[in-house]
C-alpha cells in the first residue's frame, strides 16, 4: 500500500482510508479513541495526503448550489458604525498641525482633508523671500532644525552646504565660523572660475 508507515497497524490503515473523507481533525480524534492511539492531526493529515485519501471537498460551490441566503433581504445600506456624508475621523489632523520627523525638522499641514506636510522652514523663508532656488537649500544658523524663526533661516547654495560639511561647520567654534564660510566661497568662486576656463 502506498505510503504506509510503520507505525500503523493494517487495521488503522484501512480504517483511516474508509473515513478519510472526515474533517482531519474529528478523523483524528475518532482515530486515537478506538485505537488507544496518540497520533497527531498533522501525521492523520500528512499520512491521508501522501496516500491521496482526500476528503471529497474543493473548496467550491457544487454546480446549482443554492445559498442559504438566497430569496432573503439583506441590509446593506449604512448602519450606525457607517461613516456618513462628510465624517472627518478624529485622527485627521487640522490646517497647521506641526510635527516633527525622525531627524528633528519640523512639518507642517498644509491643506484641509489631506495628509500634505511640508517642511516649515522652508515655509517661512518662502512666505518672506519668494521661492527658493533649485540649487540652494535653507539652513538653520544656530544648527537648531526646530528653529524656524525668519531670523535663523539662510538660503545657500547646496555646493557652499556640501564644503561646510566637510568642514564640519557645525562643530567649530562660533568666532571662527565666519572666516571658514567666507573661505568656502572662495573656494566654490575659484573652482567655477576654473570650469569657465576649461571650457573656452
Same mark, same amino acid.
Given at each position: 500500500?502506498?505510503?504506509?508507515?510503520?507505525?500503523? /497497524?493494517?487495521?488503522?490503515?484501512?480504517?483511516?482510508?474508509?473515513?478519510?473523507?472526515?474533517?482531519?481533525?474529528?478523523?483524528?480524534?475518532?482515530?486515537?479513541?478506538?485505537?488507544?492511539?496518540?497520533? /497527531?492531526?498533522?501525521?492523520?493529515?500528512?499520512?491521508?495526503?501522501?496516500?491521496?485519501? *482526500?476528503?471529497?471537498?474543493?473548496?467550491?460551490?457544487?454546480?446549482?448550489? *443554492?445559498?442559504?441566503?438566497?430569496?432573503?433581504?439583506?441590509?446593506?445600506?449604512?448602519?450606525?458604525?457607517?461613516?456618513?456624508? =462628510?465624517?472627518?475621523?478624529?485622527?485627521?489632523?487640522?490646517? =497647521?498641525?506641526?510635527?516633527?520627523?525622525?531627524? =528633528?525638522?519640523?512639518?507642517?499641514?498644509?491643506?484641509?482633508?489631506?495628509?500634505?506636510?511640508?517642511?516649515?522652514?522652508?515655509?517661512?523663508?518662502?512666505?518672506?523671500?519668494?521661492?527658493?532656488?533649485?540649487?540652494?537649500?535653507?539652513?538653520?544658523?544656530?544648527?537648531?532644525?526646530?528653529?524656524?524663526?525668519?531670523?535663523? *533661516?539662510?538660503?545657500?547654495?547646496? /555646493?557652499?552646504? *556640501?564644503? +561646510?560639511?566637510?568642514?564640519?561647520?557645525?562643530?567649530?567654534?562660533?568666532?571662527?565660523?565666519?572666516?571658514?564660510?567666507? +573661505?568656502?566661497?572662495?573656494?566654490? /568662486?575659484?573652482?567655477?572660475?576654473?570650469?569657465?576656463?576649461?571650457?573656452?
Amino acid at each position: 500500500m502506498k505510503g504506509v508507515e510503520n507505525e500503523y /497497524t493494517e487495521e488503522q490503515l484501512n480504517w483511516i482510508k474508509e473515513n478519510c473523507k472526515k474533517p482531519r481533525k474529528e478523523l483524528t480524534q475518532l482515530l486515537n479513541k478506538k485505537f488507544n492511539t496518540e497520533f /497527531t492531526q498533522n501525521a492523520i493529515a500528512g499520512l491521508c495526503q501522501r496516500n491521496s485519501w *482526500l476528503t471529497g471537498r474543493t473548496g467550491y460551490f457544487k454546480k446549482n448550489h *443554492l445559498p442559504h441566503n438566497k430569496g432573503k433581504k439583506m441590509d446593506v445600506g449604512a448602519n450606525r458604525t457607517s461613516f456618513k456624508k =462628510g465624517h472627518v475621523p478624529k485622527n485627521v489632523k487640522p490646517v =497647521g498641525f506641526e510635527r516633527i520627523d525622525s531627524e =528633528g525638522y519640523v512639518y507642517i499641514k498644509t491643506e484641509p482633508g489631506k495628509n500634505k506636510f511640508k517642511l516649515k522652514h522652508r515655509l517661512v523663508y518662502e512666505s518672506h523671500y519668494g521661492p527658493i532656488p533649485d540649487d540652494s537649500i535653507i539652513t538653520f544658523k544656530d544648527g537648531d532644525k526646530q528653529n524656524c524663526a525668519i531670523e535663523n *533661516l539662510e538660503c545657500i547654495k547646496k /555646493t557652499e552646504n *556640501l564644503k +561646510l560639511n566637510q568642514y564640519r561647520y557645525s562643530e567649530i567654534a562660533e568666532p571662527i565660523k565666519p572666516s571658514v564660510k567666507a +573661505l568656502v566661497k572662495l573656494e566654490i /568662486t575659484m573652482n567655477e572660475i576654473q570650469k569657465v576656463n576649461k571650457s573656452s
